[in-house]
DNA sequence: AAGGTTAGTGAACGGTCGTTCTGTTGTCAA
DNA sequence: TTGACAACAGAACGACCGTTCACTAACCTT
């Protein structure tokens, strides 16, 4: 009948679902939405996808996916000419785009860049910044500072005068905290969202 | 009887209770839960939180939490000046960074950048581009080609004689494809890690 | 003090849930 | 060609689902 294992192809579908309505439907459900005619058949998947590790039960033995269900994988595209999607087995790295950046989350923030004092660093206006807040960090960190009562992401420098901040931008001066520099937390991550 | 309005209450062991499954339980174990012993009484609950706007029912009917749901409550920490607070609001109507940059899971992929040829776009060697699969693109957008028989990620430009591919680097010339342009899918997002 | 409002109890009920079992069909190896 | 196997269809079934209704208790107002 079927073909070879098109249980990649159920998932993405569920993770389609989940992805627009945070929920996964009945099994009669995702029979319909699979095509296929008998719940069954859905129960039969969802043994496969559970033995996959893709979805699980609660203690109270509702269907609940896994975090490995949101798990991406990331390929390097000097790949020639083959489908990149085909060939899930040499796939360099697999996690979720929120344990990538955030493996911390509690003592970690998002915060919106504005203005260009970094784009030689290739942080743009509107791009976000995942900082990790902490008051010690190392020259060469980016930082996000309290300088003078205002915040700003720079770089943390040092020279004999002491500390400055550096922006990443020809146009722009380092500078040199007068009063106060505070340094709130580093730069770990960036996001950047087109169109 | 009870305080005025728990509700508040609720909805955080809800929120820690899907925070640990993925998935919301049923009325009786809501009731357990939240120390309730009649579904009657959960069933009102659900109402108001649906009302307010946290939770809703997916077309088939199932219990589902909202955008809203994941809101986090703004931290009362002290404002001395212009508090980074803009954080959150960046991507107010996301559950996280996934669901920010990753709409539709089935159709994107990951794929990790190599090379210089888009420094001046602020995208990087090691950087990794969020592409949305399809094979239909628009003048100005960043794609992810299949130009003969080698995968490239560039601007795609337009001439008299056809469709170009741009790098944003002034070292770099624009790819004219000899035999075969294939759009492969579109940039819709980016990330990078540092340290 | 009376009356309204709100949160919750408890029981009854029809509908839907996911499981289970039997049967069918297509694929693959011997 | 045969037999094993896997994916799926279809029907039956008990359990549990969420709704509804009548009722109670605490807290407003006035």
């Known amino acids: 009948m079927g073909n070879p294992n098109r249980d990649h192809e159920y998932l993405a579908k569920l993770q389609d679902y989940f992805a627009s309505y945070r929920s996964l439907p009945s099994y009669a459900v995702i029979g319909e939405l699979l ?26 033995k509702r269907l609940a996916p896994t975090k490995r269900f949101f798990e991406r994988e990331i390929a390097d595209f000097n790949v020639p000419a083959g489908l990149p999607a085909a060939a899930n087995d040499a796939m360099s790295d697999s996690l979720s785009v929120d344990d990538y950046l955030i493996p911390r989350p509690s003592s970690t923030m998002l915060v919106r860049i504005k203005g260009e004092s970094m784009i030689d660093a290739g942080i743009f206006d509107g791009d976000i910044a995942v900082i990790e807040k902490r008051h010690a960090a190392s020259i060469g960190d980016f930082v996000l500072a309290v300088v003078d009562n205002e915040y700003t992401l720079k770089e943390l420098g040092r020279d004999k005068q002491g500390y400055l901040l550096l922006p990443h931008n020809r146009d722009f001066q380092p500078i040199r ?19």
């Open 35 to 60: 095509g296929m005619a008998s719940k069954s058949a859905v129960s039969a998947l969802i043994k496969r996808l559970s033995l996959a590790g893709f979805v699980e039960m609660t203690p109270d």
């Open 177 to 195: 905290p007068t009063e106060s520099l505070e340094i709130y937390g580093i730069m770990t991550g960036l996001i950047r969202k087109y169109r």
